[in-house]
């Protein structure tokens, strides 16, 4: 991540109460039953898109922080590297690539923290936006790096005729009634809002620093992803940081 963020502790100073509290109830996992997305939230999906990309096309986005949908195809359209629907293609068979997607790495802060939770009773489950044409991949890939979710939390699609099927996160997501939501997507957050009980809260690991768009009670924002979140909630700040 380029953009580094800022110190976590004086991020958690800066918040208002309920938020502080909030992080707190994580930290002491008082948070008993959590969904988590998978891309970008316990994994770091876009690392190997845009390594795969970047080797591809001879573009250098690796270190760039992708924050809008179809960024590569946008970035080398810009860049005259290839015209967007040349970019679009590509871009999109990647995301969506068994093989590129069973090499995404966990994110190591969220790994510790979840299976942490799980050794203090907190209920956890997986609900991903994923084609159903990704079942088996999603599957084994949270088999081998988040072993204590079972199976059966471990939510996707049916649908294969899809590229991603957004209805069915948030509709999972108002059947589980977690107390605690944690995705990167912040247009999915606002429907699921809408749709999840009002006991739900949700965490949005905002990649970068505008988290203007997040200004409802129930939703924090984490400027800094998945990995500050991890500090925040973690008992090691000062090690961790
Ligand atoms: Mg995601």
């Not at 380029?2 to 502080?20: D, T, V």
């Not at 072993?147 to 294969?160: A, F, G, L, S, Y």
Request: net charge negative; no cysteine; glycine share 4%.
């Amino acid at each position: 991540m380029s953009e580094r963020p800022i110190h976590p502790k004086i991020f958690e100073e800066s918040l208002p109460a309920w938020h502080r509290i909030f992080i707190e109830d994580f930290r002491t996992f008082k948070i008993k039953r959590i969904v988590w997305d998978l891309d970008e939230t316990l994994g770091d999906t876009q690392a190997v898109v845009k390594e795969e990309f970047d080797l591809i096309a001879g573009t250098n986005y690796k270190d760039r922080i992708l924050d809008r949908f179809d960024g590569l195809s946008h970035w080398a359209h810009e860049d005259g590297v290839m015209t967007f629907e040349e970019a679009h293609e590509l871009e999109s068979r990647l995301w969506t690539s068994e093989d590129i997607l069973g090499w995404v790495k966990p994110f190591h802060g969220i790994q510790v923290y979840s299976r942490d939770a799980d050794k203090n009773d907190v209920e956890q489950f997986v609900v991903t936006s994923r084609t159903g044409r990704l079942d088996k991949v999603t599957f084994a890939w949270s088999l081998i790096h988040y072993p204590w979710i079972p199976r059966e939390n471990v939510r996707i699609t049916t649908n294969r005729d899809v590229r991603y099927d957004f209805e069915f996160k948030v509709s999972e997501t108002g059947l589980i009634e977690p107390e605690a939501v944690v995705d990167d997507n912040n247009d999915h957050i606002l429907m699921m809002l809408k749709n999840a009980p009002s006991k739900t809260r949700f965490v949005w690991l905002a990649r970068l620093r505008d988290t203007s768009v997040a200004d409802d009670k129930r939703v924090l924002a984490v400027p800094g992803g998945a990995r500050q979140f991890s500090r925040l909630v973690s008992h090691n700040l000062d090690t961790l940081a």
